[in-house]
């Protein structure tokens, strides 16, 4: 079965970390940009950070800027979020994504997408 499946998300209070994993199986991630995104209750769709298919780019939205970072691992077919200094705010389900695009030096949050995770849920509160 083609999926992807995240993990490590959970409850922490402000100012704390955790480390979203999204790992695929049936398939291998090294030909796909890769990224994440949220959306909590009654709120738009967010894209929150990407990463090109090398590993060599990675764009994030303003709101998760110098707090995120993302990473990959195409030897263990995973996609990484470190999330550090959290706030209420980043409370939401966080999903991968993951965009088939061979050969390609960009990425776009929000993009198309070709796989999507079930969804892990992060809640910031003290």
């Known amino acids: 079965q083609l999926q992807l499946v995240e993990s490590g998300g959970g409850l922490v209070q402000p100012g704390g970390s955790l480390r979203l994993s999204c790992t695929a199986s049936?398939?291998?991630?090294?030909?796909?940009?890769l990224g994440w995104f949220r959306q909590a209750p009654g709120k738009e769709r967010e894209g929150v950070a990407c990463?090109?298919?090398?590993?060599?780019?990675?764009h994030y939205a303003d709101s998760v800027k110098g707090r995120f970072t993302i990473s990959r691992d195409n030897a263990k077919n995973t996609l990484y979020l470190q999330m550090s200094n959290l706030k209420p705010e980043d409370t939401a389900q966080y999903y991968c994504?993951?965009?088939?695009?061979?050969?390609?030096?960009?990425?776009?949050?929000?993009?198309?997408?070709?796989?999507r995770g079930q969804g892990t849920q992060v809640s910031v509160s003290s």
């Open positions: 049936g398939f291998s991630l090294r030909y796909y940009a």
């Open positions: 990463i090109t298919v090398s590993g060599g780019s990675t």
């Open positions: 994504i993951a965009d088939y695009y061979p050969g390609s030096s960009v990425c776009t949050l929000l993009s198309r997408y070709d796989y």
